[in-house]
């Protein structure tokens, strides 16, 4: 059905010195199920695009990245052949502005350690797509939760964003289960608690529905 097909996910690790690094919640999980689930249903050559995780995919291309940077150069350089892009990965906003080549010692009851924000890729990708290119996003909030979706969905021209409500009911990450909204332009869609496998396969029929409509 598809040309190519970019899925991105985990998170990304940016290094502080040999032992320490910033990175996030992220599982995988929910771009793994994408992945597969394209798979099953042929939908088209995937490329699947991970920072560290244990969830890898079989039968499908996959590039293993850790920092940021890495991210944006493995989806540049395959960004305008794909007909889809999903970027489920958790990106981490900010890196340090310094990299310790030896380990970081204690010294002193504080550390101030300074740090400079990444590239939004999100962005990138939405300001350059060409039409008929459909892509996706993922949101993680914890207030004003649809003012802030709407907002991001239209800043970064977005045909689909799955918003992730962050909250001690919903821990979203690393659990097998999680409860989303999709957001669309014309209409936002709750997903009661599910799988994420299941999550992934409704978010498949949301884009070959956009995908229709084009």
């Known amino acids: 059905m598809f040309k190519k097909i970019i899925i991105t996910s985990g ?24 992945a597969m ?9 995937v490329t699947f695009i991970t920072g560290p995780t244990v969830f890898l995919p079989s039968q499908v ?13 493995a989806i540049g350089a395959r960004f305008r052949q794909a007909d889809v892009i999903i970027m489920a990965a958790a990106v981490s906003d ?8 030896e380990k970081m010692k204690k010294s002193g009851e504080r550390l101030t350690l300074e740090l400079v924000k990444n590239p939004d890729i999100l962005l990138e990708l939405g300001r350059n797509k060409r039409k008929n ?15 802030n979706a ?6 970064k021209n977005l045909d689909l964003l799955v918003l992730n409500e962050i909250s001690e009911a919903n821990p979203a990450f690393g659990s097998e289960e999680n409860q989303v909204y999709l957001v669309r332009p014309d209409g936002v869609r709750r997903l009661e608690k599910m799988s994420k496998a299941r999550i992934a396969a409704l978010i498949w029929d949301d884009v070959i529905g956009l995908a229709g409509r084009s």
């Open 11 to 34: 998170p990304t690790l940016e290094p502080i010195d040999p032992v320490r690094f910033i990175s996030n919640r992220s599982s995988g999980r929910t771009g793994y199920h994408l």
């Open 133 to 147: 290119q459909i892509l996706v996003g993922f949101a993680a909030e914890t207030e004003d939760i649809f003012a």
């Open 94 to 101: 900010y890196r340090s502005l310094k990299y310790y080549p």
């Open 61 to 73: 291309e996959v590039i293993q990245v850790e920092t940021a940077q890495e991210m944006r150069e």
């Open 150 to 155: 709407q907002k991001k969905l239209l800043a």
């Open 37 to 45: 689930e394209a798979r099953m249903r042929n939908l088209g050559p």
